[in-house]
């Protein structure tokens, strides 16, 4: 029972357009929203993480929306670069458990130049 | 600064044997998780160690056990070896369970099983 879902599978953007990759989550508990990036061959590494108590956070060109009521958040990616193409998975986690991590299925991204 | 290290890199197994990776964490690093990464979806958490001890664990039967050494290292062993425990397996470390945004993540382990 996947616990967080993510969309889409992949998708396809020019260079400098947005990516845009949702998740969804059922468990009311989670109080922790990271975003995972992961390069062929490589660990997932942290791009940038949320907590329920903000709606929005942004680091450089990413950008996490975060709707409580919905149980909803997303990954923009502003102005993409080829360089970011990769697999992105979202997560969540409660403090409780000591952050043990669920994550969604992952999103490919490819950016053409 | 190595970052999280995985040894080895690749394994083949067959049915029924028993296989164990290890994992060295980041410096400064004292918790240490482990996940289950099938081809094509994202990892599944496995369990996690502090202080010697399993502190969280994950939805996978008792084949699967690990442990943590005094110096924070950890080894991963899975016993009777299934077709199905072909993943990669990836470690990753945290300056504490309470600390998600130290976490790193190592390069992972393919196991192959036959």
């Known amino acids: 029972q996947q616990q967080v879902k993510q969309s889409p599978q992949s998708l396809i953007v020019q260079k400098g357009g947005i990516s845009i990759i949702n998740c969804a989550y059922e468990?009311?508990?989670?109080?922790?929203f990271p975003w995972y990036q992961q390069f062929p061959g490589k660990g997932p590494a942290l791009l940038i993480a949320?907590?329920?108590?903000?709606s929005e956070k942004k680091e450089g060109r990413f950008t996490i929306s975060f709707n409580k009521s919905a149980k909803q958040f997303s990954l923009h990616i502003m102005d993409s670069q080829p360089g970011d193409s990769a697999t992105y998975f979202c997560?969540?986690?409660?403090?409780?458990?000591?952050?043990?991590?669920?994550f969604g299925a992952g999103t490919t991204v490819t950016v053409r130049a | 600064d190595a970052g999280v290290t995985q040894s080895p890199t690749h394994l083949i197994k067959t049915r029924g044997q028993q296989v164990t990776l290890r994992c060295s964490p980041k410096s400064g690093h004292d918790t240490v998780s482990w996940y289950q990464q099938a081809l094509g979806q994202g990892p599944q958490f496995i369990f996690q160690?502090?202080?010697?001890?399993?502190?969280q664990r994950g939805n996978f039967p008792d084949r699967f056990s690990g442990h943590q050494f005094p110096n924070y290292s950890s080894e991963l062993n899975v016993n009777a070896l299934l077709l199905g425990d072909s993943a990669l397996y990836l470690c990753?470390?945290?300056?504490?369970?309470?600390?998600?945004?130290?976490?790193?993540f190592g390069p992972g382990t393919r196991l192959t099983v036959l």
């Open positions: 997560a969540a986690s409660i403090r409780s458990n000591d952050y043990k991590l669920s």
């Open positions: 468990n009311t508990a989670f109080d922790y």
């Open positions: 990753a470390s945290n300056q504490g369970p309470g600390r998600p945004d130290t976490q790193y």
């Open positions: 949320i907590r329920p108590d903000v």
């Open positions: 160690y502090y202080e010697e001890e399993e502190r």
